[in-house]
């Protein structure tokens, strides 16, 4: 069965400073990986993603890569802002149109 | 606009009340998700369903029942027999088309129990 592993669970940083969140999985056979933010008592907005068959995506100022080899894709924030805090999920698609999901890292961006 | 809505935003149950939760989109996508978030987890998943008048069984469904009649509308039963459902429930929906599949998420629905 198919797990995802986020980690840290939180993490607090200064406005200006570049985040880096880790999503991994246990099985590579993926169709592709979502990274989404979520705002407290939100649903979940789409931030990018990334098909099995590519490396990284890019908008603006988010960059998520993708190394199904090793189970591994993370996303950077460049230059933090307070609007960043959210808490940040990831989910990979796997057969038969079923999506498993992380517990997701609650950002905090200090001004 | 395209989009998902979900209502009611906030829901109530008593003990021993089936509750059902709406779930509807126009975005002409074929496959509709139920998920369930607690504190501090992820999301998981309750029933889903690829294409109309069909839907599968996720990881926790036991006292859940979903129906799809039309493309757009996905209903979710709480019924009685899910003995904790006080939680934060999720619709989404994708085109369900492999690897460019993209989940769209609604609003979500505030369940909890008197």
């Known amino acids: 069965k198919q797990e995802v592993t986020q980690i840290p669970a939180a993490l607090s940083v200064p406005e200006g400073e570049n985040l880096v969140l880790n999503c991994s999985f246990t099985d590579s056979a993926i169709y592709n990986l979502q990274w989404f933010r979520q705002d407290p008592g939100k649903g979940l907005t789409s931030l990018l993603l990334i098909q099995s068959s590519q490396r990284e995506q890019t908008s603006g100022r988010l960059n998520a890569s993708l190394d199904k080899s090793s189970g591994r894709s993370t996303l950077y924030i460049a230059a933090s802002q307070p609007g960043d805090s959210a808490t940040y999920l990831c989910?990979?698609?796997?057969?038969?149109?079923?999506?498993?999901f992380g517990a997701g890292t609650q950002v905090v961006v200090t001004p | 606009d395209g989009g998902i809505t979900q209502s009611p935003k906030y829901l109530f149950r008593k003990e021993g009340q089936n509750v059902t939760l709406s779930c509807e989109q126009n975005?002409?996508?074929?496959?509709m998700y139920w998920y369930r978030q607690d504190p501090g987890q992820g999301l998981r998943l309750i029933y889903y369903?690829?294409?109309?008048?069909?839907?599968q069984k996720g990881d926790i469904a036991e006292g859940y029942s979903v129906s799809r009649e039309k493309k757009e509308s996905f209903p979710l039963t709480v019924t009685s027999a899910q003995k904790n459902p006080t939680a934060f429930y999720l619709c989404?929906?994708?085109?369900?088309?492999?690897?460019?599949?993209?989940?769209?998420f609604g609003p979500g629905t505030r369940l909890t129990v008197l």
């Open positions: 989404a929906s994708t085109t369900g088309t492999g690897e460019s599949d993209t989940q769209y």
């Open positions: 975005l002409n996508h074929d496959a």
């Open positions: 989910a990979v698609r796997g057969s038969w149109g079923k999506f498993q």
């Open positions: 369903s690829q294409i109309v008048n069909d839907f």
